[in-house]
């Protein structure tokens, strides 16, 4: 075959997000690695397989598909490695088991994703491993929470939900310095916006779910780590068999090459909406990491490249009937969990009954909205029509 010129390597982030993890003249010159399905990987000879010689050992150890979202997402990232998972919260597992044993000590934010949390409380604590909650916005404060045994911080910045901001590179600069590792749910913003293990992190993990996918239309999960971490991680992921299913490693790679205009289209629309939002007299506080009024915002400045589609707000008192009456009514935005895709969602939360380290009581009633690609003149009409029946409703029960 005639001989390739080298992929240059100092390429810009849009570069590299195309290119990444893509070798066509390995399959006929075709620009996608396809779907390769399978359990057993043959050997030619007895001595081939008795040293299990070749790229390709067992199927659930890794094809040609999963390998080119391993390889695009260890360039995306920067770090030294990455295995993949069959969803974000597997990510988010594997990446912990990878990091702890028992007698260990675990610091993990006040605002992490739920079923992390729930991890912690169920399995690692079976385990024999104990987690102490901390306050997102402690900063280099989290020195006061070192135990000699704290062997991981876990940070997700912003928190799930209820969006505050973390200084990263300050608790990583505090953990390091007591030998413990640094985890991060970097979900929200992608090593796009945020580049993990620039910013002292040494375990990264993003939900694939949501903007690799683009589509709400598969389960994936991405764990990265750097040259200090990732042997171990690997070893956690052969442990636990961690493998993803061929379909949705290749949707994945799909939604990898448009991730980043996704990702400017969210931010636009977003801001656009959580501005319009701060506006509204029916809501008091919106919460927007990119907003100039937010509490982190100077540190969201400093740290993050950008902000993508996922804000929440804070509406003023009004009752559980009126809250409905809007949401129920809603024609365009879609009520439901997860986000990360094409189209807008909204749902109500509220933190109040598990938070351990700080108080969730913003003084009314939350909601998280997604924002997707739809007209904003319509997404806006749509939640006009929504705050006209908040008020009605409200005003009815007076
Ligand atoms: C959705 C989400 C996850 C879990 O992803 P799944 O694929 O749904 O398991 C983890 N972390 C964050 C921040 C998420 O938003």
């Not at 010159?29 to 990987?41: A, E, L």
Request: proline share 6%; glycine share 10%; aromatic share 8%.
């Amino acid at each position: 075959m005639t001989k390739l010129p080298p992929k240059p390597t100092n390429v810009g982030e849009r570069t590299r997000i195309v290119h990444a993890g893509r070798e066509p003249f390995e399959q006929h010159g075709f620009v996608n690695t396809p779907i390769y399905r399978g359990s057993t990987v043959l050997y030619p000879t007895t001595d081939d397989l008795l040293h299990r010689r070749g790229r390709y050992s067992y199927g659930t150890k890794g094809t040609p598909t999963t390998h080119a979202l391993e390889t695009a997402w260890t360039e995306l990232t920067r770090a030294a490695g990455t295995v993949l998972a069959p969803s974000g919260l597997a990510a988010v597992t594997v990446a912990l088991m990878s990091c702890l044993k028992a007698g260990d000590h675990l610091l993990m934010t006040d605002s992490v994703y739920l079923p992390t949390r729930q991890f912690c409380e169920g399995m690692l604590k079976k385990f024999g491993v104990e987690t102490t909650y901390y306050d997102p916005q402690i900063g280099a404060g989290i020195a006061h929470l070192i135990q000699p045994n704290t062997a991981a911080v876990f940070t997700e910045a912003p928190g799930s939900q209820s969006l505050e901001m973390q200084d990263v590179p300050a608790i990583a600069e505090v953990a390091h310095r007591h030998g413990a590792v640094v985890l991060m749910d970097n979900t929200w913003a992608t090593p796009l916006l945020f580049p993990p293990h620039e910013r002292g992190v040494d375990i990264a993990i993003e939900a694939g779910t949501k903007y690799l996918s683009g589509g709400s239309d598969l389960l994936l999960g991405m764990v990265s780590a750097n040259e200090r971490c990732f042997k171990d991680l690997r070893k956690a992921y052969e442990a636990f068999s961690m493998c993803p299913g061929a379909e949705d490693v290749f949707l994945g790679l799909r939604g990898l090459r448009t991730m980043a205009l996704r990702l400017r289209e969210h931010e636009r629309q977003a801001l656009d909406l959580a501005r319009w939002l701060e506006t509204r007299p029916e809501v008091a506080q919106v919460l927007h990491p990119a907003l100039e009024t937010y509490r982190g915002h100077e540190i969201w400045k400093r740290d993050f490249k950008g902000s993508s589609g996922l804000f929440s707000v804070i509406l003023k008192p009004c009752s559980d009937k009126a809250l409905a009456a809007m949401l129920d009514g809603l024609a365009l935005f879609g009520m439901g969990y997860s986000w990360g895709g094409f189209e807008s969602l909204v749902i109500p939360f509220n933190c109040a009954s598990y938070r351990t380290a700080t108080r969730w009581a913003p003084g009314g009633p939350a909601l998280r909205f997604h924002i997707g690609f739809e007209d904003l003149d319509d997404l806006k009409r749509d939640l006009d029509a929504g705050f006209a029946r908040l008020r009605e409703a409200d005003a009815e029960a007076a």
